[in-house]
């Protein structure tokens, strides 16, 4: 019996890499995506956005890229505390830089967020992936090669025709199904909407939507954030009888006790936390707590793609799917490194707006979807972003 010997050269020259630089250039694009007053995106009048992006370079010319807001990654943020980590060190020990830069936030007055870190994280992905000529989500996991999307609406509004009554909903989740989506998930109305919240009103539009796409479509609720315990314990009842997979962030997360009161009186999934600080950390509370039935980290919000493969690998190991919180190339690769996500998080989506157009700063979408409601993962070698470089420096703030 011989063994297969090792023929292929390794890439590797013993001399470890070294992290060169780190830069953060912002810049505008175009957007008709506006934020409310409690930060819920809308579609308005086209305006410039603002956007920047990460790089990180090593000694040998390597780079790996990351899409924040502008103000994550402030040149205050990096001089402070991501070059003092990052710079002189092997880019492919991320554990050891995330701990770092994890400790250091306590004492960094709250100038040093997760989103910042999620940032570095995700460019260190990026960066390995690159180097190593591989896509990210096959060297996290690979565990499949495209995920089903479910399509995540916006929140409501008060404009005509587009997401002011539960029949605007039940119309614009017909188009949805016809796109390819095989699922869907309401954000219903919130303030600063005149009228929100109003109980009444998600359960109508969550009736409509099931009149719209028939008994088999799988359908989530994602509404107000605030509800009471007997408000939401309302609303989901309601959507047991509507047959709903999921209910999401219906009461304040900060409360893990509501969650587990509710879950203690409700059959359909409760999923959470999404919004919650604390990581994998807080995430293994609520599992223990039995706050929900379902977990959720998204890469951005719990510090990064490490942290949110943690929080998966927590919910794998209590027999829980771990539902991936939001779209984008590095949520898209968790969800198909991983066995216990069921659906890739597609918007948010509107009427009034074409989500499948292209963003200025990139080349192609990081999500196209086909007509059978699958989003194929990029076969480039890192996180898969193909972006517009030269778009970018041309439209870089001063
Ligand atoms: O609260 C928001 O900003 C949006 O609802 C956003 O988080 C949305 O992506 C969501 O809740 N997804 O589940
Ligand atoms: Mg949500």
Not at 36 to 59: Q, V
Not at 198 to 220: F, W
Not at 235 to 261: C, D, H, P, V
Not at 293 to 299: K, N, S
């Amino acid at each position: 019996m011989t063994v297969s010997r090792n023929l292929a050269n390794p890439a590797f020259d013993g001399k470890p890499m070294k992290i060169e630089s780190v830069h953060g250039v912002e810049f505008t694009y175009p957007t008709r995506r506006s934020s409310d007053s409690a930060g819920h995106s809308h579609p308005g009048p086209e305006g410039l956005g603002k956007l920047a992006l990460l790089t990180i370079t090593t000694d040998e010319g390597h780079c790996g890229y990351a899409f924040a807001p502008p103000e994550v990654i402030r040149p205050h943020v990096l001089d402070a505390f991501v070059r003092k980590v990052l710079i002189g060190q092997n880019p492919f020990q991320r554990e050891h830089l995330w701990q770092a830069l994890e400790h250091w936030q306590r004492g960094s007055a709250g100038q040093l967020t997760d989103r910042a870190l999620a940032a570095v994280d995700q460019a260190l992905w990026d960066l390995a992936g690159r180097a190593l000529g591989q896509p990210v989500y096959r060297l996290i996991g690979g565990y499949r090669d495209k995920v089903q999307a479910y399509g995540s609406t916006m929140c409501g509004d008060e404009l005509k025709g587009g997401l002011s009554t539960p029949e605007e909903y039940g119309a614009f989740a017909e188009t949805l199904v016809a796109r390819g989506y095989k699922a869907i998930k309401l954000h219903t109305w919130m303030p600063p909407v005149r009228f929100a919240p109003d109980t009444g009103m998600d359960i109508k539009a969550c009736a409509a939507v099931r009149e719209a796409v028939g008994p088999h479509i799988p359908l989530m609720l994602d509404g107000y954030h605030n509800y009471s315990r007997t408000d939401a314990l309302t609303i989901g009842r309601a959507l047991e009888k509507l047959n709903f997979t999921w209910f999401e962030e219906m009461m304040n997360e900060q409360s893990m006790a509501s969650y587990a009161w509710l879950a203690g009186q409700l059959d359909i999934p409760i999923v959470g936390p999404e919004s919650l600080s604390g990581k994998h950390h807080s995430r293994a509370d609520w599992v223990a707590a039995g706050a929900c039935d379902i977990l959720r980290a998204g890469v951005p919000g719990v510090g990064g793609i490490s942290p949110t493969l943690k929080v998966a690998h927590l919910a794998e190991s209590f027999g829980m799917n771990c539902e991936v919180h939001g779209n984008g190339a590095a949520n898209l690769a968790v969800c198909a490194a991983i066995k216990n996500c069921r659906w890739y998080e597609r918007g948010l989506l509107h009427p009034f707006l074409d989500y499948d157009e292209v963003p200025t700063y990139l080349n192609s979408l990081a999500d196209p979807m086909d007509a059978n409601g699958d989003v194929h993962l990029s076969q480039l070698p890192g996180l898969g972003e193909d972006i517009n470089f030269d778009y970018i420096e041309a439209h870089a703030c001063a």
